[in-house]
């Protein structure tokens, strides 16, 4: 609740303060109400032409007008209503720096007229800028609940992009797409193909693949179609030319996942290896500073125990395909500690010991955490939990099928996630994409794919993802 100082109330010496973060979403935020698309001041641009992607300098302005908000907020609170006001711009700020906004009262004058001195500084005391405001100060004290502001959101999904980009600097990779005989499906393998993220070979039946590229108006071109009538055998063939070596990755089309799956992990003549086969979701959404992997939610219903460690060591290994060092994995639960009347909770604890005495490798493991501080840092201060992992997961292993599938599609229909998913421990990758998937989608999938094949064969990421610039 904010409560303003009545110009009576005013003294002159008196000052007040506040401390804001320059974040990337700010930039945009600012970009889009004032129509400033100045490219220096936009995150993930690269305005020098260089080839690199340039740390963008905020807007002047943005910087000058945060004293608005002690101004409106505080002192003297709301009601103020500005006259006027002047800038001296000293330097630049980043995203990332801690800035202090003070103003301070110099003079009162009739009218209900009151003279500010204004000051924005970095954390290391450097000043930005300094000017004067000259503001008509309320005469009645006003209280004001800003709990009620609609929040905004920012939809930018910035980690897809980059893995894209990360995945068109590698070799594409031949794959069977199984069944793409609608236009979501074809759309998205044809779209990978113009970006040279793999090759497809086209299994299914040859009548409706056509029907469905003239649907799109595409050109089918010198993709190679293997014409097969019935669907699981599509998927059977598919698989077979796995160990053929003619292609190096399977992908789903419009068919239903257990056709595929059926073939996949068939112990004679399938693609089992003695990992167990696991789904992982990489979720890029909006306002995380990193992409977010949930694990599993497409194939493993119940995981015992023996099964969560295959599920999370497949999971870190995405993570870390994806340029994502020594990624933090958050075992989750209902609550954040050990219950014997809650087996998940067990199961996490088991599994973060276990990372501890390197059974699990390559990521630091926490668990039992519940969803909120394994993602939140104020709900993991709230519950006083100390942890690497707490509120900084990059990885959620989920206890079994139904939470993984609820957390990736809420994910995705209300938090306006992108969703790219793969299957992991066969003896190559399976992108098991949704039937409702976009192209969009189908493409972040191939990427994905792309990167972890690379992973697997050179032990070393196509790109290392820069936690702090992001």
């Known amino acids: 609740m904010a409560t303003n ?6 003294t002159i010496g008196e000052s007040a303060e506040i401390v804001r973060e320059c974040s990337s979403n700010d930039l945009l935020v600012f970009a889009h109400a004032t129509g ?46 500005y006259k006027s006001q002047s800038f001296r711009f000293l330097e630049g700020a980043a995203v990332g720096d801690e800035l202090r906004v003070k103003v301070t009262a110099t003079d009162k004058k009739p009218g209900n007229i009151v003279i500010f001195d204004l000051s924005v500084t970095r954390e290391d005391g450097t000043r930005l800028v300094e000017g004067v405001a000259e503001v008509t100060a309320p005469t009645e004290t006003i209280e004001f609940d800003s709990s009620n502001l609609p929040a905004i959101l920012v939809q930018r999904h910035r980690h897809f992009n980059r893995m894209i980009e990360l995945a068109k600097s590698l070799p594409a990779l031949p794959t069977a797409v199984v069944a793409p005989d609608d236009p979501n499906s074809l759309e998205g393998a ?5 970006e040279g993220l793999i090759r497809p070979v086209l299994i299914g039946a040859r009548d409706r693949i056509e029907n469905a590229a003239k649907e799109l108006g595409e050109d089918l071109g010198s993709c190679e179609l293997v014409d097969i009538e019935d669907e699981s055998e599509a998927a059977g063939r598919a698989v077979q030319m796995v160990h053929e070596g003619k292609v190096k990755a399977v992908m789903k089309g419009h068919l239903h996942t257990d056709h595929l799956l059926h073939h996949v992990v068939k112990r004679d003549g399938g693609l089992r290896t003695r990992r167990r086969i696991s789904h992982v979701f990489v979720m890029d959404i909006p306002g995380r500073n990193t992409p977010v992997l949930i694990s599993d939610a497409a194939i493993n219903i119940t995981p015992d125990l023996n099964a969560k460690v295959d599920i999370t060591q497949n999971a870190i290994d995405a993570a870390r395909a994806l340029g994502l060092e020594m990624p933090r994995v958050g075992i989750l639960s209902a609550i954040e500690t050990v219950n014997p009347a809650i087996p998940s909770s067990l199961d996490a604890a088991v599994l973060s010991k276990m990372a501890e005495r390197g059974q699990i490798t390559g990521a630091v493991v926490d668990g039992p955490l519940a969803l909120d501080n394994a993602i939140d840092v104020q709900a993991a201060r709230t519950k006083g939990i100390t ?16 939470t993984g599938n609820m957390l990736a ?62």
């Not at 100082?5 to 005013?10: A, F, G, H, V």
Request: charged share 20%; proline share 7%.
């Open 36 to 81: 400033n698309h100045n490219p220096i001041h936009l995150p993930d641009t690269d305005w020098t032409g260089d080839g690199v992607v340039d740390k963008p300098v905020a807007p002047a302005m943005w910087v000058g007008g945060l004293a608005s908000a002690v101004l409106g907020n505080i002192l003297p609170g709301p009601g103020t209503k």
């Open 409 to 470: 599609k809420e994910l995705t229909f209300i938090a306006h996630a992108e969703a790219a998913g793969l299957v992991i421990g066969a003896k190559v990758p399976v992108m098991l994409t949704s039937r409702a998937d976009d192209g969009r989608a189908r493409l972040a999938s191939c990427a994905l794919a792309l990167l972890f094949t690379h992973w697997q064969t050179k032990g070393s990421p196509a790109g290392i993802f820069d936690r702090e610039a992001h």
């Open 190 to 194: 044809l779209m990978a193909d113009r």
């Open 387 to 402: 942890s690497l992992v707490a509120g900084h997961a990059e990885v959620l292993i989920v206890p079994n099928l139904e």
């Open 5 to 10: 100082k009545t110009y009576d109330q005013i």
